[in-house]
Nanobody, 118 residues
Framework: QVQLVESGGGLVQAGGSLRLSCVAS????????MGWYRQAPGKQRELVAA???????SYADSVKGRFTISRDNAKNTVYLQMNTLKPEDTAVYYC????????????WGQGTQVTVSS
């Protein structure tokens, strides 16, 4: 089992910044992908950004150039720095841990609300 605890959400004005953190604990494997997903009301959950244990990153087109994902493997922590926030970034943000050794498994955090006011 892997437990994920997120922090850093909140209310911010458009153009502002927030930093999300997610700490993983439990049965952590060195080979994994950690990422952030978000789900707005009435919409499907979507990938925002992901980072492999080796440091390779990927981003949704909608956040490229504004969001930066990073991780501290020693602390089993992943971060999402969100700059130039827009009202359309409003959503519940979920941390994800994906074990990539067989058998692959997904774990999710409880979610943290990000609200961007116009």
């Amino acid at each position: 089992q892997v437990q994920l605890v997120e922090s850093g959400g909140g209310l911010v004005q458009a153009g502002g910044s927030l930093r999300l953190s997610c700490v993983a604990s439990g049965n952590i494997f060195s080979l994994n992908v950690m990422g952030w997903y978000r789900q707005a009301p009435g919409k499907q959950r979507e990938l925002v950004a992901a980072i492999t244990s080796g440091g390779s990153t990927s981003y949704a087109d909608s956040v490229k150039g504004r969001f930066t994902i990073s991780r501290d493997n020693a602390k089993n922590t992943v971060y999402l720095q969100m700059n130039t926030l827009k009202p359309e970034d409003t959503a519940v943000y979920y941390c994800n841990y994906r074990r990539t050794v067989y058998p692959p498994m997904d774990y999710w955090g409880q979610g943290t609300q990000v609200t961007v006011s116009s």
